[in-house]
T-cell receptor
Framework: GQSLEQPSEVTAVEGAIVQINCTYQTSGFYGLSWYQQHDGGAPTFLSYNGLDGLEETGRFSSFLSRSDSYGYLLLQELQMKDSASYFC???????????FGPGTRLSVLP | GAVVSQHPSWVICKSGTSVKIECRSLDFQATTMFWYRQFPKQSLMLMATSNEGSKATYEQGVEKDKFLINHASLTLSTLTVTSAHPEDSSFYICSPEGAGDRLGNEQFFGPGTRLTVL
């Protein structure tokens, strides 16, 4: 089986830091990715972790611990435009396709 | 990144009609195409995977006779929703992948097609 878990909703204020966690159980693992999706739009790629540790890309960072089957997305200096849904995703089935988590809806308040 | 287009971006149709959605990869050859469906406030659910020139592989619970996928060229794949019903109303998103992209880090998506069946 394969499943990913994320919190359903997170609320924070502008300028704050927020962490979105993701735990996974998959039959195969080829890295953890993160995607952002604004209402009405398609997902866009944010970050990828193939090995344990922290990856930093501007205001966004992502962390992976393969031994714990756990990762997180860290968003710093939150802006209103960061209000969106965030999905973690794992390559599964021997790399055939991505499996997406249920998504976390982030609301950034002024 | 890859440039992917989908047409139409939105469509409203009557129950019982068929709707064709086109997905084009504009700047690379898509040897594989993933088709996803997303209901409001839910995640992306993979419907089927197609390889150019081959029959699509459908996920469990997805009717292959209802959702017809054609991937006859490396730049175009189509999804036809046959005899659409209100429960088929959803956001349909394609995602192409090129040869050699397997195990790549990033997945590219089309802008999506919003289907509303009355």
């Amino acid at each position: 089986g394969q499943s990913l878990e994320q919190p359903s909703e997170v609320t924070a204020v502008e300028g704050a830091i927020v962490q979105i966690n993701c735990t996974y159980q998959t039959s195969g693992f080829y890295g953890l990715s993160w995607y952002q999706q604004h209402d009405g739009g398609a997902p866009t790629f944010l970050s990828y972790n193939g090995l344990d540790g922290l990856e930093e890309t501007g205001r966004f960072s992502s962390f992976l611990s393969r031994s714990d089957s756990y990762g997180y997305l860290l968003l710093q200096e939150l802006q209103m435009k960061d209000s969106a849904s965030y999905f973690c995703a794992v390559r599964d089935n021997y790399g055939q396709n991505f499996v997406f988590g249920p998504g976390t809806r982030l609301s950034v308040l002024p | 990144g890859a440039v992917v287009s989908q047409h139409p971006s939105w469509v409203i149709c009557k129950s019982g009609t068929s709707v064709k959605i086109e997905c084009r990869s504009l700047d690379f050859q898509a040897t594989t195409m993933f088709w996803y469906r997303q209901f409001p406030k839910q995640s992306l659910m993979l419907m089927a995977t197609s390889n150019e020139g081959s029959k699509a592989t459908y996920e469990q619970g997805v009717e292959k006779d209802k959702f017809l996928i054609n991937h006859a060229s490396l730049t175009l794949s189509t999804l036809t929703v046959t005899s659409a019903h209100p429960e088929d109303s959803s956001f349909y998103i394609c995602s192409p992948e090129g040869a050699g992209d397997r195990l790549g880090n990033e997945q590219f998506f089309g802008p999506g097609t919003r289907l509303t069946v009355l």
